[in-house]
C-alpha cells in the first residue's frame, strides 16, 4: 500500500511510533510482512529481520494506524528526566486483522522511536476516535494544542560531547604551545609533561570519555533516522 497515512502525519508533525513484531513459529516472515503492510499506509514494517532474527520485524506506525488495527490504544507521556515525550501503552494489542490472527505471536514497543523527536501531540479523545480515514478526527494544523506549539527542545548530544572531548584534551593542547614557547627561548619544554600530566587527571579522562559517549549516541541516533525516512 502507499505512505499517503504518513506523508498526512509528516505534514501535521505527529510523532510516529516504532513498533516490534514477532511472528509465530513456522511463519514465513517475508509473506507476513507483506501481507501486514497491504493493510495500511500508515502502518509499515521493515522487509529485513530485526536483530538478524527471521522471526521478529521493526515497524512504523501511527497512532491511529496501531488503534484501528489493533486496538492497541497509545499515548504521549514525559521521558524520564523531562526531556521530553514518549510512547507509553494504554491498552495492549487487543485484536488483529482478519486472516491475520495466524501470524502474530506479540507485539511491543521500540522506545524512543528514531521516528520520534520527542515532542507532544495529542488530540481529546473525542476527536481522535475515528476508526476509518487515517486523518480522521484530528484537527487541523492551525489549532494544534498549546503543548505542542511549546514542544521541548531535543537535548544535543553531539554538540555537547564534542564540547566535552575538546575540554578534556585542551590542557595537552596549552601545554604543547607552551613547550613549543620554550623550545624557541631555549628552554626545557617541561609544560609539555604538564599538560600531557593534568589531561591523565580522572576529571579529564571522565569528560573526554562522556563526549564520546554523547557523540556516539548523536551517531548511531542520526544512522537510525537516516534509514527511516519515507519517500
Known sequence: MGVDGFKTAF???EPLADVTVVFRPGVDGVAATQRLNALADDFDLHPSPY???????LGTATKMALQRLFGWRIQRAPLPGGAGYWWTTVTEPSRYPDGCESL??????SQPGADDDGQWLEWPEEQAAGDGDATAGYP???????????KPRHFPF???????MIASVLPTAIGMVRGFNQLQRGQDATAVGSGVAVAFHPAFIACGALGALLVGVALVRALRRGGRTVA
Open 140 to 150: 487541523a494544523v492551525e489549532h494544534r494544542s498549546v503543548m505542542r506549539q511549546r
Open 51 to 57: 536483530y538478524n532474527d527471521p522471526r521478529m520485524r
Open 104 to 109: 502474530i505471536e506479540r507485539m511491543g514497543l
Open 11 to 13: 505534514a501535521r508533525g
Open 158 to 164: 553531539g554538540s555537547v560531547g564534542i564540547v566535552l
